[in-house]
């Protein structure tokens, strides 16, 4: 009983590596969700997918590319880390119907020196 | 302004107490409510969905104003257990689909 899955769920970065981290839900669930947590600032959503093969911006999505892969996976690509994408990672899937629960992956926590 | 914006606390009560915690949205098109629950260094979980009528779960009722763009969420007889970050959750239609905006979260304590 997976629910969503999210690796690494540690990671350091020099400044200007890239990596992308990865994302799979086995509900089969239509919608997908990638924020990015940081202290005082709660969740902000960086990119978001509706469905399979459409994506949407968020409100922090400079930096970061998206790529829904297939219903099941949701990858999040940052190409060239900056400290300031030090950050806690969510991903999150749900149905897109009103009112059914978001479930969040345990979370990846990157730091960028 | 942040499109979901919560008191960020902390709220500290004994056991026992009553606390409520709001939450406002700026944008009237927001279809779905919700409240989610984060424990320390985890995921959020939810806690309950908010319908326009109010609902409640046990211990909990979330009540929903739409015409002041207002959620609420009252905890009677706090347990220690409720320690927790509590988020409010506004789900708005785009045109590619929904986008889920969560505030920044009110942090409660319950003390012994």
């Known amino acids: 009983n997976a629910g969503v899955t999210q690796t690494p769920k540690f990671q350091v970065l020099k400044t200007g590596q890239s990596m992308t981290l990865q994302c799979a839900q086995d509900m089969n669930h239509n919608s997908m969700y990638w924020y990015r947590q940081d202290p005082g600032m709660g969740l902000r959503l960086i990119y978001y997918?509706?469905?399979?093969?459409?994506?949407d911006k968020g409100e922090v999505p400079n930096g970061y590319n998206v790529s829904r892969l297939n219903k099941r996976e949701f990858s999040l690509r940052l190409e060239s880390a900056a400290p300031s994408q030090t950050s806690v990672y969510f991903c999150?899937?749900?149905?897109?119907?009103?009112?059914?629960?978001?479930?969040f992956g345990q979370g990846t926590r990157l730091t960028v020196v | 302004r942040k499109e979901v914006e919560q008191d960020p606390g902390p709220f500290n009560v004994p056991e026992g107490a009553t606390v409520a915690f709001n939450c406002t949205y700026s944008n009237s098109a927001s279809q779905s409510f919700f409240w989610y629950r984060q424990d320390c260094r985890k995921e959020p979980k939810l806690l309950m969905s908010v319908y326009s009528s109010g609902n409640e779960d046990g211990r909990f009722t979330a009540q929903l104003n739409r015409a002041s763009q207002y959620i609420s969420l009252l905890i009677r007889d706090s347990k220690l257990s409720d320690s927790a970050t509590y988020l409010c959750v506004v789900k708005r239609n785009s045109n590619s689909g929904y986008a889920l905006n969560f505030g920044k979260g009110t942090s409660l304590l319950v003390t012994p």
């Open positions: 997918s509706a469905s399979e093969g459409t994506t």
């Open positions: 999150a899937s749900k149905w897109a119907t009103e009112n059914t629960e978001a479930f």
